[in-house]
């Protein structure tokens, strides 16, 4: 089947460091990623939708100017946590759609965040 | 507004069925789910319900739904250990299921 896969799959930093997190999708084109944030033990919570060559749509109370994406190809999104701060650390994962259907979507394995 | 809940634990006998509770608020929902993570793997999409159905089966997993209540719920049937994971109730308004909202999550354990 279609695979999403995210790099990297853990990362720890620094406060004020800013950390990249790829999600790529190795055998389709997606034009539409999502990116979720999912707390220890409950939901996932979308951040926002990643449309190639457009710029991302956020959710309320998610700000743009920290959380940093791009979509830049048809495989490649990427999410930049800007001057990261220990309540980022989260697990973030991101959901690229292979067709109009809903059984054409694939959620990548996660990256997990910690920032010190 | 969206909301989806679900309790968080389950516990089963191997071999026994599970049966995994979700309720939702949002009576415009077209599409109901329910997605399987495993640790440190993504969400894989287990089965899906179109709202005008009332059940669906897929080898040992039956999906039913109320919408009355708005209550959904996953049967697994012969639990194996390899059914341990936590399983989410999502739901959506849109065809493209573009924007899904999911519930908290239920893990699901087996016990010899």
């Known amino acids: 089947g279609a695979v999403v896969s995210q790099h990297p799959s853990w990362v720890i930093c620094k406060s004020g460091t800013s950390v990249k997190i790829e999600c790529r999708s190795l055998d389709f084109q997606a034009t539409t990623m999502f990116w979720y944030r999912q707390f220890p033990k409950q939901s996932l919570m979308l951040m926002a939708t990643s449309n190639e060559g457009s710029k991302a749509t956020y959710e309320q109370g998610v700000e743009k100017d920290k959380f940093l994406i791009n979509h830049a190809s048809l495989t490649l999104s990427t999410l930049t946590v800007t001057s990261a701060h220990p309540e980022d650390s989260s697990f973030y994962i991101c959901r690229a759609l292979a067709g109009r259907s809903m059984a054409e979507q694939f959620f990548g394995p996660g990256t997990r965040l910690t920032v010190l | 507004g969206e909301d989806v809940e679900q309790s968080l634990f389950l516990s089963v006998r191997e071999g026994d069925s599970s049966v995994i509770n979700c309720t939702y608020t949002d009576s415009s929902s077209t599409y109901l789910y329910w997605y399987k993570q495993e640790p440190g793997a993504g969400l894989q999409l287990l089965t899906y319900?179109?709202?005008?159905?009332d059940m669906k089966q897929d080898q040992r997993l039956t999906v039913l739904l109320n919408k009355k209540d708005k209550h959904l719920s996953l049967r697994i049937a012969d639990t194996q250990t390899g059914d341990s994971a936590i399983y989410f109730c999502a739901e959506s308004l849109y065809s493209s299921a573009s924007k899904i909202i999911f519930g908290s999550g239920t893990r699901l354990s087996i016990r010899p």
């Open positions: 319900i179109f709202s005008n159905m």
